[in-house]
């Protein structure tokens, strides 16, 4: 239980992010990082992570003791005796990729290297149970060294062999020194060196230390200087020959090192089970939770960092550990906010920071220390929508009305109805260039001037400001007032309303958007942030709407601050995101199709990825380029400056093909039969810092040449692939933007069936040439019998139409007719009883549900001339209709899946399509005797595929006769009428399968 609290804790406080109070706020000019924690339930085999390494393809190693575990961001694969053939060993200390990719684990047990899937094991002659059973290391001339359970081995004819380790002095020990292509290994107290197939002792440790070598690092890189970390005598050093230990006078406290590690800023970062050091110059300084006395008491066993610049850290027993850097800092109540629910955010002239919050009061915040001022007392109410300092120092306040102090120590002033202001609900403050100070209120605007005291505009003196929810001045001094009804535009005291519904791509044309937020850039273009309408652009005359369907994160727009770079950062419900004016001034023009934003949450460092909007002012950015925005867990700090762009390709690879009776992996073509063309194709991307952002696409070339953006999904399906050949290809992009364009490629072959092959073709030729006259009148005889059955056909169509008549005309006649004239009898009855109001009303009653009755009977006759669904709703809505009435009404157990495929037949014609689909599930009910039902209608680019199927008991096309075979017939004949095919199979007892084909409208020239 305290080892899971101890992940808990860690987790919570490394996710503070950059504030004053982060976890590693201790150490001199540090970065602090937000943690994701790994364990069993993400897929890990066992808690406990030995080693960690990255390999030259890009993915993450684990030596556990469940394996070996292979990650790609996404998920864990492991390896282990169960699943793993040849692998003999799993609980593996330590991990090693070799020159020719393969992966190395040492285990308690023995060795294994892994490649390609496949393992082999390699035992040694002495075996320990302990967790420091050694390690494997290759030279540069491609030797593969151990040190293994007290010995140094090497391999050599395929099996390890142990080493005898050789005394050296003199020039043969300085020759040995200089020469780069060794190893250098430990073991015990002694540190040796390989030189060509020989190991020489290099160092001798046994009389200097009584606890053994656990860890051994050059640092520097080439630097010729040697740490040594000890089981009990903590770090030595090793330079020009001479040992030191090193200790209290440069931070060194912990005696029992795990390991070091040098990173990608050269730092040194020594773990223990004391906790974990980092050295940034000539000193140590403590790895250590903030406001804790002592380090956290999770004991760290390895560390890494990938090619992203994230740290992992493997624990003992607790997981694998991921620190990534975090993009925005916090001001919470880890740094003095009791109430995190921020509202409105503004800088005051000292250069202090205030912050109002919902219902909690007003903070000032000072180099990120916030602070609970005085004037909380004298406020007429804590919650605080609008908080604004003044070019003259004043600072003005939304509590419960209108609050001015000079002060935030002392008491001010409250407006009300006897200094002329009758505002109510204040939402936004702000002033002009000549020192005005505008108020938005639930009714109306307000301007107050120190000489001529309180203008209004109010919503019923004929301005619709319901809710003003920010307010701006442009350059040219005009004040824009954002409500929730729109956006308004006030010059020299006259109001205009900016009508925005009218906008290019905005759907609604009649409601005005909610408008939170208000930009001019320094080219005067205006941009209007708005709830759940994105972003409008406004330059000159031209108006168009950007929203979420075009690439914007969030159409929900509470802020927009831009920086020195050019970007809009945007705060909104689900985040803060990151996208280029440029990218939408190209969008806006016409240039690009698409919005390239890039969003930033939980993962990033906020407590919480919903900003607070709706009030004004909301954000600051200070002379550094930092933007804050509210949030309802406090003050999220962007630190534009700073932010990392991932620029890492993200490698993509394919890791499995499976098809409906094979598996395939690591193979660069599969070929399959005509008659089992199913792939189901898994593929990867390794991206570690945002792996949920990943983004791929894919297509199957000579089968559909369009890419196909499927977002964050890793697997691709298909079904039915006619014979030929073809490439699958897929591309993938990280969080940032930056797509591997090269991708994974894999050949796809599905072999034709033997009448498709050229031998058939030219057996088929053959018989031509030397039956062909037989072929011939064979044939004359055919169509002859064709044309009779066309006759035939006709006759029936002919027949059956006279009966349709005949029927429609029983229907009319037996029922409409006879409740028309029930209702005639009746009106005649209900004109006797006037004056008798309750027979009247019995009459009235009965003559109402007669009536009932028609309208029921003319619908009925009416759906059977022209579905009422395919006139109001189209042609997908009414095939859909007529399956789900087929499925609560009958008792075969009925399923159905339908595309949308409305506009992609004619529209005179869609009735024939109907009528044929109708006429299919019309015959199972009547005649199959079918258990189970199936309708399928699938398109694709270019055709409408269609599938009716059933269990039942089947029938022989041949023996078809009557109106059942007049039913077939006209599927065929409307078929043909679409520009379509259509194959029925069944035999009896088997059950039936209608296909049907059709070519689009745009295809079917």
């Not at 919480?608 to 309802?632: K, L, M, R, W």
Request: with cysteine; hydrophobic share 35%.
């Amino acid at each position: 239980m305290m080892r899971q609290l101890a992940v808990f804790f860690l987790s919570i406080l490394l996710i503070q992010g950059l504030s004053q109070t982060s976890l590693f706020s201790q150490i001199p000019n540090s970065e602090d990082y937000v943690v994701t924690h790994f364990g069993m339930e993400e897929g890990l085999p066992q808690n406990s992570v030995n080693d960690i390494v990255q390999a030259d393809n890009g993915y993450i190693w684990l030596a556990t003791f469940g394996g070996l575990v292979r990650f790609d961001g996404h998920r864990f694969r492991t390896y282990n005796r169960s699943n793993t053939e040849g692998m003999d060993y799993d609980r593996v200390v330590s991990i090693f990729e070799d020159s020719n990719n393969n992966i190395w684990g040492a285990s308690e047990q023995g060795v294994v290297k892994l490649t390609k899937d496949k393992a082999i094991s390699y035992s040694i002659d002495k075996r320990t149970t302990s967790a420091s059973a050694g390690w494997i290391k290759e030279d540069k001339e491609g030797r593969i060294w151990g040190a293994l359970n007290g010995n140094f081995y090497l391999l050599k004819n395929n099996q390890f062999e142990r080493q005898m380790l050789f005394e050296v002095d003199g020039e043969k020990f300085q020759k040995i020194s200089a020469d780069t292509t060794g190893a250098i290994l430990y073991m015990d107290k002694i540190v040796a060196k390989s030189y060509k197939d020989t190991l020489y002792k290099f160092l001798d440790l046994r009389e200097k230390i009584e606890s053994n070598i656990i860890s051994l690092i050059e640092y520097p890189k080439n630097s010729g200087v040697f740490f040594i970390g000890t089981s009990g005598n903590g770090v030595l050093k090793l330079k020009n020959e001479e040992v030191t230990f090193l200790g209290k006078n440069l931070g060194l406290n912990n005696k029992d090192i795990l390991g070091f590690y040098e990173d990608r800023k050269n730092r040194l970062w020594i773990y223990s089970y004391e906790g974990i050091l980092i050295n940034e110059g000539s000193e140590f300084q403590t790895f250590r939770m903030d406001g804790e006395d002592q380090n956290f008491d999770i004991q760290i066993r390895s560390m890494f960092e990938d090619n992203e610049g994230n740290l992992w850290l493997g624990s003992v027993a607790e997981g694998l550990f991921r620190l990534k850097e975090t993009q925005i800092s916090m001001i919470d109540v880890n740094d003095g906010l009791v109430n995190q629910r921020m509202l409105s955010l503004s800088a005051l002239n000292d250069g202090s920071f205030i912050f109002g919050t919902n219902c909690g009061g007003v903070f000032v915040s000072q180099n990120g220390v916030a602070e609970f001022p005085a004037v909380n007392k004298y406020l007429p109410n804590n919650c605080i929508w609008s908080v604004f300092q003044d070019s003259k120092d004043r600072i003005w306040f939304s509590a419960n009305g209108l609050y001015m102090t000079n002060s935030l120590q002392e008491k001010g002033k409250s407006f009300g109805i006897n200094d002329g202001f009758e505002g109510i609900n204040i939402f936004a403050i702000a002033e002009d260039k000549l020192g005005n100070i505008w108020i938005g209120c639930s009714n109306g605007i307000f301007k107050y001037n120190d000489v001529s005291g309180f203008t209004t505009y109010k919503t019923e003196e004929g301005f619709n400001f319901s809710e003003t929810r920010v307010l701006h001045e442009d350059a040219n001094g005009n004040i824009w007032a954002g409500t929730i009804a729109g956006l308004y535009k006030i010059t020299d005291d006259n109001v205009e309303q900016v009508k925005l519904a009218h906008s290019k791509n905005y759907p609604n044309k009649t409601d005005e958007p909610y408008i939170r937020a208000i930009y001019q850039d320094e080219d005067g273009t205006y941009w209007f942030g708005s709830y759940g309408n994105g972003i409008f652009r406004m330059k000159e005359d031209q108006i168009i709407n950007i929203t979420s369907q075009d690439g914007l994160f969030d159409n929900i727009v509470s802020h927009i601050v831009e920086d020195d770079h050019g970007n809009f950062w945007i705060g909104s419900n689900r985040g803060i995101f990151r996208v280029s004016r440029n990218n939408l001034n190209d969008f806006s023009e016409g240039v690009n199709d698409e919005i390239l934003s890039y969003s930033y949450g939980t993962g990033d460092g906020m407590n919480s990825a919903e900003t607070n909007g709706g009030f004004h002012p909301s954000t600051i950015q200070d002379s550094d380029g930092n933007i804050y925005f509210p949030t309802v867990g406090g003050v999220a700090v962007v630190k534009t400056t700073k932010i990392n762009i991932n620029t890492t390709i993200p490698p993509v690879y394919i890791e499995r093909v499976r098809s409906s009776t094979d598996v395939f992996s690591d193979i660069n073509t599969i070929e399959l039969p005509y008659n089992d063309s199913f792939l189901e194709i898994s593929y990867t991307a390794i991206n570690f810092n945002k792996p949920e952002k990943t983004r791929f696409k894919y297509k199957l070339v000579g089968f559909n040449d369009n890419w196909v953006d499927v977002g964050n999904r890793r697997e691709a399906l298909y079904s039915k692939i006619p014979p030929g050949e073809y490439t699958f290809k897929v591309l993938a992009s990280n969080s940032d933007g930056v797509w591997n364009e090269k991708g994974a490629t894999i050949g796809v072959v599905i072999t034709p069936p033997f009448w498709q092959t050229k031998v058939f073709y030219g057996i088929v030729g053959l018989v031509f040439l030397t039956s062909g006259p037989a072929v011939y009148y064979y044939r004359v005889s055919q169509l002859k019998k064709e044309n009779d059955k066309q006759k035939r056909f006709s006759e029936q169509l002919i027949n059956s139409q006279e009966a349709e008549r005949r029927r429609i005309a029983s229907e009319l006649h037996d029922g409409l007719g006879q409740q028309i004239l029930v209702i005639k009898n009746r009106l005649e009855l209900a004109k006797q009883q006037i004056g008798n109001t309750k027979k009247l009303e019995e009459e009235m009653d009965e003559i109402m549900k007669s009536t009932k009755i028609s309208i029921s009977d003319v619908r009925t006759i009416s759906h059977g001339l022209r579905p009422v669904h395919l006139e109001k709703f189209g042609l997908t809505d009414a095939i859909i209709n007529l399956c789900r009435e087929i499925k609560d009404s009958d008792s075969i157990e009925w399923s159905y899946h339908i595309d949308k495929i409305d506009g992609l037949i004619d529209k005179n014609k869609e009735i024939h399509f109907y009528r044929v689909v109708q006429e299919g599930v019309n015959n199972i009910m009547k005649h199959s005797s079918a258990r189970e039902a199936s309708v399928l209608i699938k398109r694709t680019d270019y055709n409408i595929f269609t599938t009716i199927w059933d269990d039942g008991k089947g029938f022989d096309l041949k023996n078809l006769t009557g109106t059942e075979g007049l039913g077939f017939i006209g599927m065929k004949e409307r078929v043909e009428t679409l520009g379509g095919t259509i194959d029925i199979k069944s035999a009896p007892v088997n059950g039936t399968t209608i296909k049907i084909n059709i070519i689009r409208r745009e295809h079917n020239l």
